[in-house]
């Protein structure tokens, strides 16, 4: 039996995307270096970059999600030290191959590097470094670039939206 790979398709303010069926918190991390260089993973079911996150598991804590995620697609070992923002837009749906279509529901991290080494797990193709002078250049969805933005922009206090 050959199993297929689950995709999805992300509709970001689409009047015609379809009604969700579930939602999962999530997280994404920013992880910076010495060079204060970003670090970001090619997606393999969108081809866009994106921060290292995922989906929350039952028995863990939003913050566990958060380090375990960016382990488990970096290599890298952080330790959360705040949060950036709570990204919740109803009109920003994940729709899967295998029926599902996802809610947005993803808090954003700021980390602090603590070793590791930078490794590409199954779900990407590729990861790097990146200097912030070419985030703007960089093929990313619109939700990405907005938890880097406000990132960038150093907030006084976390995005609730």
Not at 48 to 63: F, K, Q, R, T
């Amino acid at each position: 039996m050959t199993e297929t790979a689950v995709t999805r398709i992300d509709h970001y303010n689409d009047p015609d995307a379809p009604p969700a069926n579930s939602v999962v918190p999530s997280t994404t991390a920013v992880v910076t270096d010495t060079e204060d260089r970003i670090v970001l993973i090619r997606r393999r079911d969108n081809d866009l970059w994106a921060l290292p996150g995922g989906g929350m598991d039952l028995g863990e804590s939003i913050v566990d999600t958060a380090v375990r995620e960016v382990k488990e697609e970096t290599g890298l070992d952080v330790e959360v030290t705040g949060l950036i923002g709570v990204y919740t837009n109803p009109h920003h749906v994940m729709a899967y191959t295998d029926g599902e279509v996802r809610q947005q529901f993803s808090l954003c991290f700021t980390t602090r590097l603590l070793g590791g080494t930078l490794l590409i797990d199954s779900e990407s193709t590729d990861i790097a470094w990146t200097p912030q002078e070419q985030l703007d250049a960089i093929s990313m969805h619109p939700s990405m670039r907005l938890r880097i933005n406000h990132y960038r922009e150093h907030r006084p206090t976390p995005y609730l939206g």
